[in-house]
C-alpha cells in the first residue's frame, strides 16, 4: 500500500520570506499523481498544486512550486513570499493513475506566517 | 451549487446513538468520496461513489458504517451504535469523474462528537 510521509508537524515562516514544506511517499508504481491540499481553519481542504509523476518539469502555481524527485520519492512545496493568508496545514497526498481512486494523505503540517 | 456543502456542520450525539451525515457535491459531479480526518491526522478514506452505485468501500472501518447515493448526487453517510473513537471530521469531495486527472473538490466537512 502507497504511504505519504510528512516529518515537519509545524512549521513557521516570516511574512514575505520563503518556506518549504518536506513530503516523502512510498510506492511501487512507476506513475502517479502528487498534491499539495491546504487546509485552513474552516476545515475546506484546497488544491494548492499537482504533479504529474511522468513530467519531469516541476510544477508551479505563481508563489507555490515544487520540488519532485520521483528517484528520492521526495515532493516538497517551496511557499514564496509568504502571506499571513498562507497559515493553515497543509497536507500532501498521492494518488495513482486509475480514474476516480482516492487519494493517501501524509497527517500534515502546521504553518505559521508570523507578521 | 457552487460548492460542495455538507451539512450538518458539527454534530454531537451520545454512545450508542445513530447519525446521519450528508453531502451535497457540486452539480453535475458523478464521483463522490467520503473521507474521515481524525484529530491531528490527514483524512483517510471511506467509500466512493460512481453515480449510484458504492465503487469502492474497502476503507470503511466496519459494518456500522454505510453510505448510500440514491440518486446519483446527495449522498448520506451513515454510522449506527455510534462510539467515541467515530469522533473526528468526515469530509466528502465529488469529482467530475470525467479524465484520470480530474481535481477532487473538498466540502468543509462535519465534525463528529461522540460523548
Known amino acids: 500500500a502507497q504511504t505519504v510521509t510528512q516529518s515537519q508537524p509545524e512549521m513557521s515562516v516570516q511574512e514575505a520570506e520563503t518556506v518549504t514544506l518536506s513530503c516523502t511517499y512510498d510506492?511501487?508504481?512507476?506513475?502517479?499523481?502528487l498534491f499539495w491540499y491546504k487546509q485552513p481553519p474552516s476545515r475546506q481542504m484546497i488544491l494548492v498544486i499537482r504533479?504529474?509523476?511522468?513530467?519531469?518539469q516541476n510544477a508551479t502555481e505563481n508563489r507555490f512550486s515544487v520540488n519532485f524527485q520521483k528517484a528520492a520519492k521526495s515532493f516538497s512545496l517551496k511557499i514564496s513570499d509568504s502571506q499571513l493568508g498562507d497559515a493553515a496545514m497543509y497536507f500532501c497526498?498521492?494518488?495513482?493513475?486509475?480514474?476516480?481512486?482516492?487519494?493517501?494523505f501524509g497527517k500534515g503540517t502546521r504553518l505559521s506566517v508570523i507578521a | 451549487g457552487a460548492g460542495v456543502s455538507q451539512t450538518p456542520s458539527n454534530k454531537v450525539t451520545e454512545k450508542g446513538k445513530y447519525v446521519e451525515l450528508r453531502c451535497d457535491p457540486i452539480?453535475?459531479?458523478?464521483?463522490l468520496y467520503w473521507y474521515r480526518q481524525s484529530l491531528g491526522q490527514g483524512p483517510e478514506f471511506l467509500i466512493y461513489?460512481?453515480?449510484?452505485?458504492?465503487?469502492?468501500d474497502s476503507g470503511l472501518p466496519n459494518d456500522r458504517f454505510f453510505a448510500v447515493r440514491p440518486e446519483g448526487s446527495v449522498s448520506t453517510l451513515k454510522i449506527q451504535r455510534t462510539e467515541r473513537g467515530d469522533s473526528a471530521v468526515y469530509l466528502c469531495?465529488?469529482?467530475?469523474?470525467?479524465?484520470?486527472?480530474?481535481?477532487?473538490?473538498f466540502g468543509p466537512g462535519t465534525r463528529l462528537l461522540v460523548l
Open positions: 469531495a465529488s469529482s467530475a469523474g470525467q479524465g484520470v486527472i480530474e481535481t477532487q473538490y
Open positions: 510506492t511501487s508504481e512507476s506513475d502517479y499523481y
Open positions: 504533479q504529474e509523476a511522468y513530467k519531469q
Open positions: 497526498a498521492y494518488r495513482n493513475t486509475l480514474e476516480n481512486t482516492p487519494l493517501v
Open positions: 452539480s453535475g459531479h458523478t464521483a
Open positions: 461513489f460512481q453515480g449510484t452505485g458504492a465503487a469502492d
